[in-house]
């Protein structure tokens, strides 16, 4: 993919941006007064229930401390007894955390139901506020005249089919093609495109996406996509509603970002390229048709079992070549974990794509590399590393490496070329924002996420 394929950033207008910014520091010191009220709340229940609260919360930090310690060795040993002792002790863990909350929560039932919706809301606002605070430049579309949309069938267990996905955007005006075995993907949205569609659509997986959105960036046109996947990281990142796929077509009637795109050796992905332990599974033959079930057999024995090097090399932020990497995972825009919520992705337009590199051999070593990605924490570098940076080159000797591209397996030839494309694909996203689920509420409880709420507050 070359240069010319490829629009660069358009600049905002100045009222475009302004309003943004204004909205999201008055989301911030919203967000930064709840937070006071659940630190006065949580004070006055620690004074009610006379230091109960303490033991309670020091007990119940043990206990998950320890179950998931408990939870990891029964993921990683190789003995059958020690996997199941360690199991039966995450189950009394448990059992003794619900005793134990609910014992507190009929105490001191006023105070903890205070403490829930001061809390709720506050989340919520620092969700609010950051959404807004790092959104892509979004403006108002005008509706496509001849939508076109790619319709895999087979994703998510026909989960199209289920929800009457097809007839719902012939119903908007939406041309439809439902991919069929031996369908040229790339041929049919070019096609498309030809024929005067104004705006290229797919609903699918994570894996069906790159190839439309590159025919969309190469044509300039309107990008969207309707989650009918198993997953749908990226449209959850987008912020759309995954339990709603037909919601997804308000964006022929909503608004456009721009948002980043990654290409390795030029071929485009949305989410990320993956070398190493998840590439080999999705390389299994038997993943694709039951990929639950053939990663519960594959995994825990790639985990188990000292796996060789990948046999790639990748120069390090230190200027160390690292040759010994077992799983390299290149990301287009960094994730960062959330508490009680998958890695996810903050933002979709940073211009840098996140490296990870896991050297580690033991399941200790393994567990504390994963702890803190995304954290920007330092560690061992014998572990691991991970940076962020437009661009990234991966040798490997044998010439060629099997990778996962958006969880599709692929080989790719050496060296591998990695870059980040910034703003490159116009996204149509819906007016509205998606309904978070119950346990996002409590995800930005993270002094990181009040660290960044605060800089937003003060416009750093």
């Not at 993921?75 to 448990?94: D, I, Y």
């Not at 948002?259 to 599974?281: E, H, K, P």
Request: with cysteine; charged share 20%; proline share 6%.
């Amino acid at each position: 993919m070359n240069d010319e394929d490829l629009p660069q950033r358009a600049a905002a207008s100045p009222v475009a941006v302004t309003w943004p910014r204004r909205r999201s520091r008055v989301l911030a010191w919203v967000t930064l007064a709840l937070l006071a009220l659940v630190a006065a709340a949580v004070v006055a229940l620690l004074i009610l229930s006379e230091g109960l609260l303490v033991l309670v919360v020091a007990g119940l930090s043990v206990a998950v401390v320890t179950a998931a310690a408990a939870g990891w060795w029964a993921f990683t040993t190789r003995r059958r007894w020690k996997r199941r002792l360690n199991l039966a002790l995450v189950a009394v863990l448990a059992l003794g955390v619900v005793v134990t909350v609910a014992f507190f929560s009929v105490r001191f039932a006023g105070g903890v139901i205070g403490l829930a919706v001061l809390t709720v809301a506050y989340a919520e606002a620092a969700r609010r506020t950051l959404r807004a605070a790092t959104a892509g430049a979004a403006a108002p579309a005008a509706p496509p005249d001849r939508p076109w949309l790619l319709v895999n069938p087979n994703s998510g267990g026909g989960k199209a089919a289920k929800v009457g996905l097809v007839d719902a955007a012939r119903e908007r005006g939406v041309e439809v093609h439902a991919l069929t075995p031996g369908d040229n993907v790339e041929a049919l949205v070019s096609a498309a495109a030809d024929a005067g569609a104004d705006a290229v659509g797919v609903a699918g997986g994570d894996g069906s996406l790159g190839t439309v959105a590159a025919v969309a960036m190469r044509r300039r046109l309107p990008f969207f996509c309707v989650p009918t996947g198993t997953r749908n990281h990226f449209a959850a990142d987008l912020g759309l509603d995954r339990t709603r796929p037909l919601a997804a077509l308000d964006a022929l009637d909503g608004i456009e970002r721009r948002i980043d795109v990654g290409t390795v050796n030029g071929r485009v992905f949305l989410n990320n390229v993956s070398l190493g332990a998840y590439a080999d599974l999705v390389h299994e033959q038997r993943y694709r048709d039951n990929k639950l079930d053939t990663a519960r057999a594959v995994l825990p024995e790639m985990v188990r079992t000292e796996e060789p090097p990948l046999g790639v090399s990748v120069r390090l932020p230190s200027g160390e070549v690292c040759a010994d990497a077992l799983v390299v995972l290149v990301a287009n825009n960094p994730y960062g974990p959330q508490p009680m919520e998958r890695m996810a992705r903050r933002s979709l337009d940073t211009g840098v794509l996140q490296v990870s590199v896991l050297r580690a051999r033991t399941g200790a070593q393994i567990g504390a590399f994963i702890a803190r990605m995304g954290r920007s924490r330092g560690g061992d570098p014998s572990s691991g590393a991970e940076w962020t940076t437009p661009e990234l080159t991966l040798q490997a000797p044998a010439g060629e490496v099997r990778a996962a591209v958006d969880g599709e397996a692929t080989v790719l030839a050496a060296p591998l070329e990695f870059r980040s494309w910034p703003g490159a694909l116009h996204v149509l996203v819906p007016p509205g924002r998606r309904r978070s689920r119950p346990v996002e509420l409590l995800a930005p409880l993270h002094w990181r996420t009040m660290s960044d709420v605060w800089k937003v507050a003060l416009a750093r």
